[in-house]
Structure formats: structure tokens, C-alpha cells
């Protein structure tokens, strides 16, 4: 009865949830977007220099253990709230798990091949594009699923701020003590949480294949 009235209070009022739907998504992707150009490129950087990669996953791996909300209340006094504020917070969450997974990519990759391609006189930015990148990409798409999961959630928080999105209907049917409130906002928070686990682990078996 609870799951048929959300879905009837969808039917009644598709264009408020749509409007939270494409704002949830939009955080989402511009949060992971930015995150990645971030986070692999500064991962390639540092994967050989262990100084730099150990400094860099220690600083990686305290940003992790941060909880969601921390991070968003966090940027709220410098940036505001809105959109901009949950989008930094979110990209905090991101660059972690994709900046791990590409270091360590790039740390299995056979150093018998890279010595190969060495001599076989490849410049480093041919390395770079036909040799290291397409071997850690398995690595790097574990490190975006990751990512994805936790900016999925970590965005329904993003609703404290005034970030806007599916979360607004999770806090209001906690406020109401509205059950089908709250499932409007958190089924399709599952299922998109869901999807990108489905998707990016197909990509990854797919190119741990070719690899």
C-alpha cells in the first residue's frame, strides 16, 4: 500500500519529482566529472614517485573516512548553500576512491613491459596513451564505480545545504512521518545507486577482458 501511494504521489506530481530526479542526476555527474579530471590525471602523477603516491594516498585515505554529512556542513560557511556547495562537497567524496584505484592500476601494470616499450623507443606520452592508461583502465573504472556509489548517496544529503535533489523528499517524509514521502526519494536513489554498480562493473569486466 505504502510502495502504490508513492508511486500515485509520482503519478500526481511528475513534474516536482522530475525536476528533483535531473537535479540529483546533475549533481551526480558534474560531482564525478570534475572528480575524475581531477583525480586520474594527479593519480598518473604520482603512481611512480612513492614519496608523492604515499603522501597523496594518506591524505586519500583521511578524506574517506570523513563522513558525508561532515563534508557537506563543512562547505557550507565558505560557499553557501545550493548547488555549488553540494557539488564541491560531493567531489570530495569522489576523488578518494578514483585517485586509489588509479595509482594502484598504474602500480600493476609489468614493469617488463614498460621496459619494453622503453626500448622499443616510445616517448613517455606514447607510454602514457597506448601502454599505462589502457592497462589501469579496469582499475580506474573499479575506483568510478566506487565513486558513483557514494556520490549517489552522498548527494540525498546534499538537501541540508540546499543542494535540492530526491533527498528533499527523503527529509520530508521523515519530517511528516510521510512513508511514501520518503520512498519517492529513496527507491530511486537505490536504483540509481544500483544501475551504476550494474553499469561500471560491466565496463570493468569488459575491459579487464580486452586487457
Known amino acids: 500500500m ?112 614498460i621496459d619494453a616499450a622503453d626500448g622499443m623507443g616510445m616517448s613517455a606520452g606514447q607510454m602514457l596513451w597506448e601502454i599505462e592508461l589502457p592497462l589501469a583502465v579496469p582499475s580506474i573504472l573499479s575506483g568510478v564505480r566506487t565513486s558513483a556509489i557514494q556520490v549517489i548517496g552522498g548527494a540525498a544529503l546534499a538537501s541540508f545545504i540546499g543542494g535540492g535533489g530526491l533527498g528533499d523528499f527523503i527529509n520530508a517524509g521523515i519530517a511528516i512521518m510521510n512513508m511514501p514521502r520518503l520512498l519517492v526519494g529513496a527507491v530511486p536513489i537505490a536504483l540509481l545507486a544500483i544501475f551504476a554498480e550494474l553499469a561500471f562493473g560491466a565496463l570493468e569486466r569488459v575491459f579487464t577482458q580486452r586487457r
Open 2 to 113: 505504502i510502495v502504490i501511494d508513492a508511486f500515485s504521489w509520482i503519478f500526481n506530481n511528475s513534474g516536482t519529482f522530475f525536476n528533483a530526479f535531473n537535479r540529483h542526476l546533475l549533481m551526480c555527474v558534474l560531482s564525478l566529472g570534475i572528480a575524475f579530471v581531477i583525480a586520474v590525471p594527479l593519480g598518473f602523477a604520482v603512481a611512480r614517485a612513492p614519496r608523492a603516491a604515499f603522501a597523496v594516498v594518506n591524505i586519500a585515505g583521511a578524506l574517506r573516512s570523513i563522513p558525508s554529512l561532515a563534508i557537506l556542513s563543512a562547505a557550507m560557511p565558505f560557499l553557501g548553500i545550493g548547488l555549488l556547495p553540494s557539488v564541491v562537497a560531493l567531489i570530495v567524496l569522489a576523488v578518494p576512491p578514483l585517485l586509489l584505484s588509479t595509482i594502484i592500476g598504474i602500480r600493476e601494470i609489468d614493469a617488463s613491459v
